[in-house]
């Protein structure tokens, strides 16, 4: 992921990059995760691009960087969402890159606001292409922190499942 630290040791630099080119970066507290900046110019996107095979028509996206690296060490290459679930931007700055995915995993945070993320984000993907994992913790770090394998955590990726859209009725 290519992931930097600052000359002092006190914050961790994700640069985000695209095609090769570093689109933006964001610079977080080692901490205070509350404490994070990103480049003033640079675009929305999706954070860890640079691991996705061009060939893949699978991908997962999840909440946070470190869940992106969590999936990475679990055998899931995996993007995050620029800048928390609030902050959609980045759908319109990738949505050239996200258009050639025919399976869109979204591995939210298991909090109200992942969960509503997770649902605003397939809408606007689409629903027939797009799965909702859940997870056992909070997140996919918080899943290899309570010792789950990266099996476990990869089958509850494989398990994720479809929205059904509201209009359809039994």
């Known amino acids: 992921y ?8 006190r914050a961790v630099v994700f640069p985000h990059w695209r095609d090769g080119a570093m689109v933006n970066f964001k ?38 960087e470190i869940d992106a690296m969590t999936l990475w060490q679990c055998g899931i290459p995996a993007v995050s969402v620029f800048s928390g679930v609030s902050n959609l931007g980045w759908i319109e700055a990738d949505h050239d890159h ?17 969960k509503a993320a997770a649902r605003k984000i397939a809408e606007r ?16 770090n918080d899943c290899l922190k ?12 494989e398990a994720a499942g479809y929205i059904a859209p509201d209009e359809l009725r039994n």
């Open 27 to 64: 610079i977080r507290d080692c901490t205070d995760k509350k404490r994070m900046m990103t480049f003033p110019g640079g675009e929305p996107c999706l954070w860890g691009w640079q691991v996705i095979d061009a060939n893949q028509r699978s991908i997962v996206i999840c909440e946070g």
């Open 98 to 114: 996200i258009e050639r995915f025919s399976d869109i995993v979204l591995c939210m945070d298991m909090d109200d606001a992942g």
């Open 125 to 140: 993907l689409g629903l027939d292409r797009c799965r909702i994992a859940k997870l056992p913790h909070k997140d996919a």
């Open 2 to 9: 290519r992931v930097g630290a600052s000359k002092d040791g």
């Open 146 to 157: 309570a010792c789950m394998t990266p099996q476990q955590i990869a089958d509850c990726i």
